[in-house]
């Protein structure tokens, strides 16, 4: 499969930013969201590890939970509005830490013709293509994880 060391470089990347900007945030400041703002670093956590956990099922291999666990981090997925909705945070970051492994062993053993067959939900992108998105999506959110760890009152400069 082309460019596979540059998409497990890619993950591990992205990976260790979440970690970074993770560093002492408590659950209750995972919660918190900017006014306007319907998001929080629990939610684009959250919704980071979802997509991980849909690229183990693209390459075929084990996942993270059942799907229902991450129902409230899809995408246009209601504000989260209580504690009792979300997966704690510490448990979002072991997900997280499993998912990275998981990946990168699933993409260095993806046969060659894995990246041209079309698995995913979009039937104009095939597997290499809708990884490619999966992983340009996530550093998306990665960045707002800087803003949400201000909210925080971390102001330091960890990247």
Same mark, same amino acid.
């Given at each position: 499969?082309?460019?596979?060391k540059?998409?497990?470089?890619?993950?591990a990347?992205?990976?260790?930013?979440?970690?970074?900007?993770?560093?002492?945030?408590?659950?209750?400041?995972?919660?918190?969201?900017?006014?306007?703002?319907?998001?929080?670093?629990?939610?684009a956590?959250?919704h980071?590890?979802?997509?991980?956990?849909g690229?183990?099922?693209?390459?075929?291999a084990?996942?993270l939970?059942g799907?229902?666990?991450?129902?409230?981090?899809?995408?246009?997925?209601?504000p989260?509005d209580?504690d009792? #909705?979300?997966?704690p !945070?510490? *448990? $979002?970051?072991?997900l997280?830490?499993?998912?990275?492994?998981?990946?990168?062993?699933?993409?260095a053993?993806?046969?060659?013709?894995?990246?041209?067959?079309?698995?995913g939900?979009?039937?104009?992108?095939?597997?290499?293509?809708?990884?490619?998105?999966?992983?340009?999506?996530?550093?998306?959110?990665?960045? #707002?994880?800087?803003? !949400?760890? *201000? $909210?925080?009152?971390?102001?330091d400069?960890?990247?």
């Amino acid at each position: 499969m082309a460019n596979v060391k540059r998409l497990i470089s890619t993950l591990a990347r992205n990976h260790w930013i979440i970690m970074r900007h993770a560093e002492g945030i408590t659950h209750e400041e995972s919660l918190l969201c900017p006014p306007n703002y319907d998001n929080s670093f629990n939610w684009a956590l959250g919704h980071v590890v979802a997509s991980r956990d849909g690229m183990l099922r693209l390459l075929n291999a084990q996942p993270l939970a059942g799907e229902e666990e991450f129902a409230v981090y899809h995408r246009a997925s209601e504000p989260l509005d209580s504690d009792s #909705q979300v997966i704690p !945070f510490q *448990r $979002l970051l072991e997900l997280a830490e499993i998912a990275q492994p998981r990946l990168s062993q699933a993409l260095a053993e993806a046969p060659p013709e894995w990246q041209e067959a079309v698995d995913g939900p979009d039937p104009k992108q095939n597997n290499g293509r809708w990884l490619d998105f999966l992983i340009w999506h996530e550093t998306f959110h990665l960045g #707002q994880l800087e803003i !949400f760890r *201000r $909210l925080a009152g971390k102001m330091d400069k960890l990247i």
